[in-house]
């Protein structure tokens, strides 16, 4: 199994520009970064780039790349969301703006969200029907910090988020819904999330600012 080399946001256009000197760089289409290719075109590996300096739309090769890394993350939004528990930030570059914890009663005794639960086999009782409310208000509370966020500092540059498949499109049935659409500049965050809070939104940040070089012979050592 390979063993990624991890680097970090200041490093991306360096490590990039080191490995150009001995291989070609091509963008991954299906990926979030670049395939490494020997001389030969033999492909190699693959270089992740972090998730805070996602490839932008429409992005041909490194160069067109670190052009748009000049311009930095800017204003950003990093959304989490489970069962009741939503954390919320908003950075402009590294410096946060505003973040935010939001909490609702909603799972049953095993834990079981009420939304699932009453796909199955939930009852219509009290605590039940006092789940499914706070679900909805969880949801409502949720986009209207959003909004009131959008309002005061502008449109976020990217969204990165976390929440379970089926709560996703829940959000934009929310009433309101959120302040951007589904096909706006969204990227699922493709790490496991503990339960949202202030500390597990600043982890999940931190981890955005870093990439790595998975490629069983190529060491970011061996570039210097």
Request: aromatic residues 8%.
């Amino acid at each position: 199994m390979i063993q990624p080399e991890r680097f970090g946001t200041t490093e991306t256009a360096s490590v990039l520009a080191r490995l150009q000197e001995s291989f070609h760089l091509e963008v991954d289409r299906k990926g979030r970064g670049f395939i490494i290719l020997d001389p030969m075109g033999l492909e190699l590996g693959r270089v992740v780039v972090p998730l805070l300096q996602a490839l932008p739309s429409g992005c041909q090769s490194v160069a067109d790349y670190c052009e748009s890394l000049e311009e930095g993350p800017g204003l950003h939004l990093v959304v989490l969301i489970q069962a009741g528990a939503s954390s919320l930030g908003l950075w402009r570059d590294d410096v946060c703006l505003r973040h935010k914890v939001i909490k609702k009663y909603v799972t049953r005794g095993k834990g079981k969200a009420q939304t699932t639960y009453l796909k199955t086999k939930g009852k219509s009782r009290y605590g039940a029907r006092l789940r499914l409310q706070n679900a909805r208000e969880h949801l409502e509370l949720t986009n209207e910090k959003l909004i009131e966020w959008w309002q005061e500092f502008g449109p976020a540059r990217r969204v990165f988020y976390s929440c379970p498949v089926r709560m996703w499109p829940e959000l934009f049935k929310a009433s309101p819904p959120p302040p951007f659409p589904k096909d706006y500049a969204i990227h699922k965050i493709p790490i496991d999330v503990r339960v949202p809070g202030h500390e597990e939104l600043l982890r999940v940040r931190r981890r955005l600012q870093f990439g790595s070089v998975e490629c069983a012979t190529i060491t970011l050592d061996s570039l210097d």
